[in-house]
């Protein structure tokens, strides 16, 4: 199925030394109706014990770079500890962050770090998807992200979750969705979100 409505990301990140981590928690809404009923049972996929239609849930992400060399600020790493990254700095206040897979570009990103007269920090995010065999792109999205207190992150997230209808008790967060001995829930979005700072 594919999300072409808004969903809300909720992203911690954590310098520590010459180590750079990002965890992501992203929810989504429950799937519009029509496409709901648009399947046949048989082919009606929904992650964890929801609805469709009715029920939203998470997905999650993470990644980890390090500056191997001094040059210029540029870091790399590994996405889902599988695919090759690099981010470079782009002028004063932008980042291109890309994820290679066997050579082949499959995601790239350009991120702007502004801030308004009050101080408020704020990222804006474009983000492109790319078929590894054609390299054709196969998606695309758009975060406008600010800094907040962790007090008003998880606020924020707590209304998330509601707004989505979320079961409490589902498998949100997990790492793998299709893995019925793997326990989810608002613990493990927590969990998940904080795990870079015992780096």
Partial sequence: MAFQHFCAAFITGNIKGNAYRQRNVFLYPPQKQEVCDSYGEDDLKVVGNGTCGVNGNTKIFFADQNATTCDNGNIEGLYAGLYPTTT????????????????????????????????????????????????????????????????????????????????????????????????????????????????
């Fill in 88 to 199: 470079q700095l782009i002028g004063t206040n932008a980042l291109l962050y890309q994820v290679l897979f066997n050579g082949a570009l499959i995601q790239s990103q350009l991120t702007t770090i502004t801030a308004d007269a009050a101080g408020q920090t704020y990222r804006t995010r474009t983000a492109q998807g790319f078929n590894f065999m054609t390299q054709v792109s196969n998606s695309c999205s758009y975060y406008r992200e600010r800094k907040v207190t962790k007090e008003e992150f998880y606020a924020e997230f707590n209304v998330a979750v509601e707004n989505i209808e979320a079961l409490s008790n589902d498998e949100m967060c997990k790492t793998d969705p299709s893995d019925a001995n793997e326990s989810g829930g608002m613990e493990k979005c927590i969990d998940h979100l904080e795990s870079l700072f015992s780096l």
